[in-house]
């Protein structure tokens, strides 16, 4: 066990709840292995508490901290710069602190890009259709379309549709026509965008915990050559997964995204890269 001395800087997850998080196990081992004095600790901070928390790691001069929903949109007025991305989508998972600065990033989107790019998808021109769009949902989109994708969008009407309709206000005339917007219960037009669609992504829940059970598909409306990725990581296999694997479709789960979003925001706040050797003991 590395020591903790009087010079060790803090970084921290702000969520709740935040005891299941498997980012303190990962980010301790890479400091371990690098030899970097940082320690990585999960705090349990409802949204109403978030304010205080930050002031609070603002004054002891922690060196940054993640965050999940909804304190991933919370953080934003609290910040002293946003990057262009994180501003774009409106919210943030990552923020680095710089002598009482603080600047808030988001890493899903790339973290995403970069696990399709491990398995050699280029997404430029490529016709993509997605499925929610929350917090992490929209860092996808955003990230798909910088890559030069088409995406058509499929929302049930109100909160993550208006936040979708919002995003699109701030993309270029360009990028705004790669992006379709569709109500999430127009069957019709969700099979015919799969049809002509190279990589689907699940960025629902449905699938995990009380959802266990369901998929944000029906089995027929795959074919092989589309790729089916899950942003979910808890179960490995859920059922939109094992769907797609019969109608022998490639798959991908959300443990890549999560080691890469991870990888980024370790590189933000040490400048080393994230040990390659931790990848396995992440996919516990
Ligand atoms: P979120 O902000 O709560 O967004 C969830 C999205 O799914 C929203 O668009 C929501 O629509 C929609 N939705 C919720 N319940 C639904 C249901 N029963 N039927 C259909 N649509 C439903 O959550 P998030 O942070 O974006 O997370 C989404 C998924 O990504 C989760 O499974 C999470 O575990 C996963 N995730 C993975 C990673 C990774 O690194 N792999 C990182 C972050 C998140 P409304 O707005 O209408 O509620």
Redesign the pocket.
């Known amino acids: 066990m590395r020591a903790i001395t009087g010079r060790s800087r803090l970084i921290g997850l702000l969520a709740s709840p935040s005891s299941h998080s498997r980012s303190p196990a990962l980010h301790n081992a890479g400091f371990e292995r690098l030899g970097l004095d940082y320690v990585y600790l999960a705090f349990d901070v409802p949204q109403r508490r978030l304010r205080e928390a930050v002031e609070g790691l603002r004054a002891i001069d922690a060196r940054g901290w993640n965050l ?2 909804p304190n991933k949109k919370a953080m934003i007025p609290l910040l002293d710069r946003v990057s262009p991305q994180a501003e774009r989508i409106g919210s943030v998972n990552t923020v680095v602190h710089e002598k009482g600065v603080l600047t808030g990033y988001n890493t ?1 989107g790339i ?1 995403f890009v970069k696990a399709l790019q491990e398995r050699n998808i280029d997404l430029s021109g490529q016709k993509i259709t997605l ?7 929209l860092a996808v989109v955003s990230a798909c379309i910088s890559e030069g994708a088409e995406v058509s969008v499929f ?2 009407r ?4 208006e936040a979708v309709r919002k995003f699109r206000t701030r993309l270029s005339s360009d990028e705004q026509q790669r992006l379709k917007i569709f109500d ?1 219960n127009d069957h019709q037009a969700l099979s015919e965008e799969l049809a002509c669609s190279m990589v689907y992504i699940n ?4 699938g ?1 915990a009380r ?1 266990e059970d369901q998929s ?1 598909l029906d089995s027929h409306w795959l074919h092989p050559s589309i790729v089916v990725c899950d ?3 808890t179960p490995k296999k859920t059922r939109l997964l094992k769907m797609a694997e019969t109608a022998g479709c490639r798959t991908m789960n ?2 890549a ?2 080691w890469y ?1 991870a990888a980024e925001a370790f590189e933000l706040w040490t400048g080393y890269k994230m040990p390659i050797q931790l990848r396995e003991n992440n996919n516990g």
């Open positions: 999940s929903m899903d973290g499925s929610g769009s929350g917090g992490a949902g929302n049930r109100g909160r993550s549709d999430a960025a629902t829940p449905l995990m959802w944000p942003l979910i990581y959300g443990e995204m999560l979003q």
